[in-house]
């Protein structure tokens, strides 16, 4: 009979390999831990010991309508990101091999791109005068350019441009767990596309789904120079918001709680999106 290993011996060996991680942990200490307490022993004592900046955020008028107007572009980003990510999982899944390369390469190359590229470029297609406005116009669609810079919706279109990629891949890596036959025997056997899509695709892609909610939605929260540029000062977030209290105003204490209620935000986020399930299988 073979013999038993003592069961502290597996514990032991993590300990042991644990000591690897030490220079680790040491530098998240000391980089992000320390300045972390730093930043929220400052939020209760600048400029007054107490939480008054933390009533100031969600009481008077300007703080909380920055702190909604960011729940709000997230939330809309997220919905529209996810199901652009989500017909495009799709279609990669089903394209061919050569196509598919090609799909990916397409996916892939925003990541190459700067965000403060990207922003100007949108600003040079979205402007009165723009290639979007000169198309709609031409085509008949509009009888005059359409607003789409310095409002919510620009700042929108360029969050969701960036951020759906991040949207494809966890759920593209979902759709690869689906065997596509099943889907053509549910199809055969007279099932409609929307039954099949509830009863087949959305169960199986669910933890992707989940996963894509988590990352553009976190991604979203911390959103700094796409807002500002493409909001042109109209549209404020609370990242860009935190900016102005530390550089302008200097309201260093009212800034630390703004940057503390966007860390609980983001903790939230996880939390409950990993409790939804699967988080973590839609990753893999």
Do not use: K
């Amino acid at each position: 009979m073979q013999a038993r290993r003592p069961p502290g011996g597996a514990v032991a060996g993590l300990g042991r390999y644990g000591l690897f991680a030490l220079p680790l942990a040491a530098v998240v200490m000391a980089f992000y831990c320390v300045p972390l307490i730093g930043v929220l022993a400052l939020s209760v004592t600048d400029p007054a010991p107490g939480f008054g900046n933390y009533v100031r955020l969600f009481t008077a008028v300007g703080p909380s309508r920055v702190f909604a107007t960011t729940l709000e572009i997230c939330a809309i980003t997220t919905l529209i990101s996810v199901v652009f990510g989500y017909a495009t999982a799709y279609g990669l899944v089903a394209a061919g091999d050569r196509l598919r390369i090609v799909l990916l390469a397409a996916v892939l190359m925003p990541f190459w791109v700067s965000a403060l590229i990207r922003a100007f470029s949108w600003m040079i297609l979205l402007q009165g005068n723009g290639i979007v406005n000169q198309a709609l116009i031409g085509i008949g669609i509009v009888p005059e350019p359409l607003p789409l810079l310095r409002n919510q919706l620009g700042v929108v279109i360029g969050m969701v441009h960036y951020l759906t990629p991040y949207a494809v891949l966890p759920l593209y890596a979902a759709f690869r767990q689906i065997d596509m036959r099943v889907v053509a025997a549910a199809r055969s056997l007279g099932a409609s596309e929307r039954r099949t899509f509830f009863t087949i695709l959305l169960p199986i892609t669910l933890p992707g789904v989940l996963a894509a909610v988590l990352i553009v939605f976190v991604f979203s929260l911390g959103f700094f120079v796409t807002p500002a540029l493409l909001g042109g000062g109209r549209v404020v977030m609370l990242s860009e918001y935190v900016s102005v209290n530390v550089l302008q105003t200097l309201r260093w204490g009212f800034a630390a709680a703004q940057a503390a209620v966007l860390l609980a935000l983001t903790l939230v986020a996880v939390g409950v999106l990993t409790r939804l399930g699967g988080v973590g299988r839609g990753l893999a």
